[in-house]
């Protein structure tokens, strides 16, 4: 399965835009710290990484709503 490298846009309408794809992580992560490190150094979030079998997978599971993780008490 591919890694897909996309934009992520979170403002009032999520997006994404697709930027490159991957067959090995190595090569995926070199991208994303690259562009992380060039175009977005204050916003880490803005491009992520995403395993998945095809390009609509990958954009369902990037754009998917997750909840917070709970914190137990020792976490505080």
């Known amino acids: ?7 992520y846009q979170d403002n009032k309408f999520r ?8 067959d090995t992580y190595k ?7 690259d562009l992380r490190k060039e175009k977005s150094p204050n916003n880490p979030d803005a491009y992520k990484v995403v395993f998945a079998e095809d390009m609509l997978e990958a954009e369902m599971l ?3 709503k997750r909840d917070a993780p709970i914190l137990r ?3 505080k």
Not at 1 to 7: D, E, T
Not at 15 to 22: I, L, Y
Not at 27 to 33: G, R
Request: overall charge negative.
């Open 1 to 7: 399965m591919p890694y897909f490298v996309f934009k």
């Open 62 to 64: 990037i754009l998917e």
């Open 27 to 33: 090569e995926a992560k070199i991208l994303l710290k």
């Open 15 to 22: 997006s994404v835009d697709h930027m490159e794809t991957f």
């Open 73 to 75: 008490e020792w976490e």
